[in-house]
């Protein structure tokens, strides 16, 4: 029987959007670390 794998690639779509939504809200405001930090929340906000 194989896995269905439907919800992990929704959340991983969801994932990336939210990745791309603050990469595009933090170029050139934010400093490397606040990206860091950012992109760190969004990641953890998935686990």
Not at 4 to 23: G, P
Not at 26 to 33: L, R
Not at 39 to 44: D, F, K, N, T
């Amino acid at each position: 029987m194989p896995l269905d794998l439907s919800s992990l690639k929704k959340a991983v779509h969801s994932l990336e959007r939210a990745i791309n939504v603050a990469d595009n809200r933090i170029k050139g405001v934010a400093d490397t670390d606040q990206e860091e930090v950012i992109r760190a929340g969004v990641i953890q906000n998935f686990e």
